[in-house]
């Protein structure tokens, strides 16, 4: 089920972390930051080779993988570690679930949303390319269509994947979404049926199928 992917993403991020703490209390890992990208690197190579955590995040390893290689120490592994356990721990209960979304979250989204001078439309269905202007303030478009649907008229919980169009400053709408306990899981930076925005799916009890958008550490 989607809900696996976010509690086996923070057990192997808590999990690398725990293990790099007990590598340098036992002097296996100098404490620097290129020693710690080394162990990073080796880690997640041992983790896909043993098979050691679920399928659900096979394809974000290896893409940490190819990431190590490629860029070495700047590709941050460490860091993106910790913030996905300052992202994800808050949201998760005593018992490992996901707390359910609603539309009272959503529509705090787009009251802060506006507080900060964004312009949110919902009004108007998405369902083929549409072009919306708003004089350079930055936008979120909702497709009034698909919030019906996403939305459980009787509990008013979210049931299904909800697409938010965002054009604009996408750290600020990453940090306000998370402050209202909402995870955004990006799907373009800026090609989508609402020119020039860029999609974000927003799931049920937040339960995506691939890592959501992380908060900068000077965010959380």
């Given at each position: 089920?989607?809900?696996?992917?976010?509690?086996?993403?923070?057990?192997?991020?808590?999990?690398?972390?725990?293990?790099?703490?007990q590598?340098q209390?036992?002097?296996?890992?100098?404490?620097?930051?290129?020693?710690?990208?080394?162990?990073?690197?080796?880690?997640?190579?041992?983790?896909?080779?043993?098979?050691?955590?679920?399928?659900?995040?096979?394809?974000?390893?290896l893409?940490?993988?190819?990431?190590?290689?490629?860029?070495?120490?700047?590709?941050?592994?460490?860091?993106?570690?910790?913030q996905?356990?300052a992202?994800?721990q808050?949201l998760?209960?005593?018992?490992?679930?996901?707390?359910?979304?609603?539309?009272?979250?959503l529509?705090q989204?787009?009251a802060?949303?506006?507080?900060?001078?964004?312009?949110?439309?919902?009004?108007y269905?998405?369902?083929?390319?549409?072009?919306?202007?708003?004089?350079?303030?930055?936008?979120?478009?909702?497709?009034?269509e698909q919030?019906?649907?996403?939305?459980d008229?009787?509990?008013?919980?979210?049931?299904?994947?909800?697409?938010v169009?965002?054009?604009?400053?996408?750290?600020?709408l990453?940090?306000?979404a998370?402050?209202?306990?909402l995870?955004?899981?990006?799907?373009?930076d800026?090609?989508?049926?609402v020119k020039?925005h860029?999609?974000?799916?927003?799931?049920p009890?937040n339960?995506?199928?691939?890592?959501?958008?992380?908060?900068t550490?000077?965010?959380?």
């Amino acid at each position: 089920m989607a809900e696996g992917f976010n509690i086996a993403i923070l057990m192997l991020a808590k999990t690398g972390l725990d293990e790099l703490v007990q590598g340098q209390q036992s002097g296996k890992v100098p404490c620097n930051p290129s020693s710690e990208a080394h162990f990073f690197s080796a880690w997640v190579t041992r983790a896909i080779k043993q098979q050691r955590f679920p399928h659900c995040v096979a394809k974000q390893l290896l893409a940490w993988q190819k990431a190590a290689r490629t860029q070495g120490a700047n590709a941050g592994l460490k860091p993106i570690f910790e913030q996905i356990c300052a992202t994800y721990q808050p949201l998760v209960d005593a018992s490992s679930n996901m707390a359910a979304v609603s539309s009272t979250q959503l529509e705090q989204l787009f009251a802060a949303l506006d507080e900060h001078d964004w312009y949110v439309e919902r009004g108007y269905p998405v369902s083929r390319k549409v072009t919306h202007h708003t004089d350079g303030k930055a936008s979120l478009v909702v497709c009034s269509e698909q919030w019906q649907q996403s939305i459980d008229a009787n509990t008013g919980t979210l049931i299904k994947p909800l697409s938010v169009y965002a054009r604009g400053d996408v750290s600020q709408l990453i940090h306000v979404a998370y402050q209202h306990g909402l995870l955004l899981h990006k799907i373009t930076d800026y090609k989508s049926l609402v020119k020039y925005h860029g999609e974000f799916i927003i799931y049920p009890n937040n339960a995506g199928t691939i890592l959501a958008q992380l908060q900068t550490p000077s965010q959380g």
